[in-house]
């Protein structure tokens, strides 16, 4: 699908600061090899092809080599207190772009697609996820309007604002999928896949 071209209205935040320490392997989860690229790479590589505005990248427990790729990376010290943390990190350097949304995934999450992001960020809802066979998933629409009424602790993200907002959410059906690589039988299970498949 062609990338949408930037309109500077969104911004795309990719969460990778968790010590993923269901992960077995002898490396962090994000840095597991597919394909010659690392988990978090393939994440990211989608983001920036659907070209939807500024995008920012949170770290914490493990450095990614963000050297390579034109991203804001927002450093999450407190990132062992749950994913929380991490999106107000984000949130703080996405206020900077002045944007009426943030479209949101997770970096552990190497299936979701360029179009998706795209779909996200065409949606004008307040607030929007991508749906994979029937079932909701990342990316999701998270409006400025709402920023506030996000979480400040705790181990969750916008579960809470979809949750108080259920009647109002824009459910957008996506290619590609939301499999989380939480452990190495995970990684093992998407190997088994081909190259344009997912589990």
């Given at each position: 699908?062609?990338?949408?071209?930037?309109a500077?209205?969104?911004v795309?935040i990719l969460l990778?600061?968790?010590?993923?320490?269901?992960?077995?392997?002898?490396?962090?989860?994000?840095?597991?090899?597919i394909?010659?690229?690392?988990?978090?790479?393939h994440?990211?590589?989608?983001?920036?092809?659907?070209?939807i505005?500024p995008?920012?990248?949170?770290?914490?427990?493990?450095?990614?080599?963000?050297a390579?790729?034109?991203?804001?990376e927002?450093?999450?010290?407190?990132?062992s207190?749950?994913?929380?943390t991490?999106?107000r990190a984000a949130?703080?350097v996405?206020?900077?772009?002045?944007p009426e949304?943030?479209?949101?995934?997770?970096?552990d999450?190497?299936g979701?697609?360029?179009?998706a992001?795209?779909?996200?960020a065409?949606s004008?809802?307040t607030?929007?996820?991508a749906?994979?066979d029937?079932?909701p998933?990342?990316?999701v629409?998270i409006?400025?309007?709402?920023w506030?009424?996000?979480?400040?602790?705790?181990d969750?993200?916008?579960?809470?604002?979809?949750r108080?907002?259920?009647?109002?959410?824009?459910?957008?059906?996506?290619s590609?999928s939301?499999?989380?690589?939480d452990?190495?039988k995970?990684?093992d299970?998407?190997?088994k896949q081909?190259?344009?498949?997912?589990?």
């Open positions: 699908m062609e990338a949408m071209a930037s500077g209205n969104t795309g990778a600061a968790g010590a993923g320490s269901r992960f077995s392997g002898e490396t962090h989860k994000l840095h597991a090899n394909g010659g690229l690392c988990v978090w790479e994440s990211l590589n989608e983001l920036i092809a659907a070209d505005g995008t920012i990248v949170v770290t914490g427990a493990v450095v990614l080599d963000l390579n790729y034109e991203v804001h927002a450093l999450n010290h407190r990132w207190e749950g994913q929380s991490s999106l949130i703080d996405a206020a900077q772009f002045d949304a943030a479209i949101i995934g997770l970096a999450q190497p979701i697609t360029t179009e992001w795209i779909k996200l065409r004008t809802a607030l929007a996820t749906i994979y029937d079932s998933g990342h990316p629409r409006a400025a309007s709402l506030p009424e996000l979480p400040e602790s705790g969750f993200g916008a579960r809470a604002l979809l108080k907002y259920e009647d109002h959410v824009e459910r957008i059906p996506c590609g939301a499999f989380d690589i452990t190495t995970d990684l299970q998407w190997l081909s190259p344009t498949s997912s589990p």
